[in-house]
């Protein structure tokens, strides 16, 4: 095990990182004292560098810290401050089954960038935009991702925590890796997969993003477990974004307070069951999607529970809608009237986006209850649930005081809006 030298000094000046790579031979340990150290630094032979945090790598404006080009290296445990944005990164992987883990990264480009890199593991480091310090403020589409891989396979991404960057975890042509308990916050795209086959994506949480998980061009994917919270600043924020996917599992997912909870666009042959979809402006949403099995999943809160456009064949059965009223004849817990959405408020928000006063108002529940047209295409649940099943029902179920906000809300809303009109006609 080989140590680098450390002094109390504060001035004390940076040592080359490279040169104690250069002295260590294939197989050693680096342990690095608190301190500064300079890059950047290329590792071409099997090693292992760890630290504390306090052991900091920086490169003085150089586009890349760390490459990483031999098999089995291992980077544990130090701080690593990249300082040039574009296409620059902290970490450059160009090489299989290596280790990165507990790292704390700031970077003004990528942080963790994986080029033809398999059956590597990325664990526990926090990587963030750097610029987030001192209050800066940049457009997403000026930073880049936190760990961005492209035709990397079957690596582990587990407890990494993403903040302030483009895309917290970007995967392109890169299959069959796990994405597990990943927490990623104030970015465009918490979870970003393109083309991917076999990538497995739970336990994640999102929040404050663009969109919580953009899933896209991927086949046999599952997407399980996770929870997807308040996307929703941006006109096209959603908690869970499919679009192009095909046979894949949607399991047990939370996404609560987005601006669309589940939006599908041109996916087909998914099952979708047991995810609770609730306070979201637009539950889901289907553009272009069918042959989809949609089951168990419960709907609550929602401003709007579904809206399906050229999408059919999709099969809709033992969801739980709090707003349904059914009839359970035979008493086996499912309604024996389908429970068709109306349309008829989204049509009319759509056409008129100032009627949003009018939500859930006595003479806009009128109406939708009068709207008939087209009503075979409208999206419908054969078999609704009568009630919520009792797992999920303290996960979900909004409690009495809940709804009655939500009912003194929608009737200052209404106040609010007739008042605006009476005034308008008195003026007149």
């Known amino acids: 095990m080989l140590g680098a030298a450390h002094s109390n000094s504060a001035e004390a000046p940076s040592r080359a990182l490279q ?9 050693d340990t680096i342990v690095l004292e608190d301190g500064k150290y300079l890059g950047p630094a290329i590792i071409d032979k099997k090693l292992t560098i760890k630290g504390s945090r306090k052991a900091v790598v920086t490169a003085d404006g150089k586009q890349t810290v760390i490459e990483i080009r031999s098999n089995d290296a291992v980077i544990q445990g130090i701080s690593i401050v990249q300082q040039v944005a574009g296409e620059s990164s902290a970490i450059v992987v160009k090489s299989d089954y290596v280790s990165l883990e507990n790292l704390s990264i700031e970077t003004r480009g990528f942080g963790i960038m994986l080029r033809n890199a398999d059956r590597g593991m ?29 035709d990397s396979h079957d690596n582990l991404i587990e407890s990494n925590e993403i903040s302030d960057l483009r895309d917290g975890i970007y995967l392109e042509n890169s299959h069959r890796s796990i994405v597990v308990d990943n927490r990623i916050y104030r970015s465009r795209y918490g979870i970003h997969c393109m083309y991917t086959n076999g990538t497995l994506v739970t336990g994640n949480q999102g929040e404050y993003n663009v969109t919580g998980a953009m899933i896209m061009g991927v086949r046999d ?37 987005n601006r669309v909870g589940i939006y599908m666009e041109q996916s087909s042959d998914n099952r979708l069951i047991n995810n609770s979809v ?10 272009e999607s069918g042959n989809n ?21 999709n099969r809709m059965e033992n969801n739980y809608w709090d707003a349904v009223q059914g009839l359970d004849l035979n008493h086996d817990g499912l309604s024996d009237i389908p429970y068709a959405i109306n349309p008829f ?27 008939m047209n087209d009503r075979d295409s409208w999206a419908t649940d054969a078999f609704p649930l009568m ?30 809006s007739l008042t605006i009109i009476y005034k308008g006609v008195i003026r007149k």
């Open 278 to 287: 609730w306070r979201n402006f637009m539950g889901i949403q289907f553009l």
């Open 221 to 257: 994917a599952i997407v399980s477990d996770n929870s997807f919270r308040k996307q929703s600043e941006n006109v096209n924020s959603q908690g869970l974004l499919l679009f192009d996917v095909q046979t894949s599992l949607i399991d047990s997912n939370i996404v609560e307070g």
């Open 19 to 27: 040169n104690l790579i250069d002295d260590a031979k294939p197989g």
């Open 122 to 150: 990325i664990k526990n480091n926090r990587i963030s935009w750097s610029g987030a310090n001192n209050n800066e403020q940049a457009r997403l589409s000026k930073k880049n991702n936190g760990i961005d891989l492209y």
């Open 345 to 371: 408020y989204q049509q009319l928000i759509q056409k008129t986006p100032a009627y949003q006063l009018f939500f859930q108002s006595p003479s806009t529940m009128f109406l939708s209850n009068l709207f």
């Open 293 to 313: 099995e949609f089951h168990n999943n419960q709907f609550i809160s929602n401003v709007i529970e579904a809206e399906a456009l050229e999408s059919s064949g």
């Open 387 to 416: 009630s919520l099943p009792s797992a999920s029902a303290d996960r979900t179920h909004p409690s009495q005081e809940s709804r009655a906000y939500m009912r003194i809300v929608s009737l200052i809303l209404l106040i609010a």
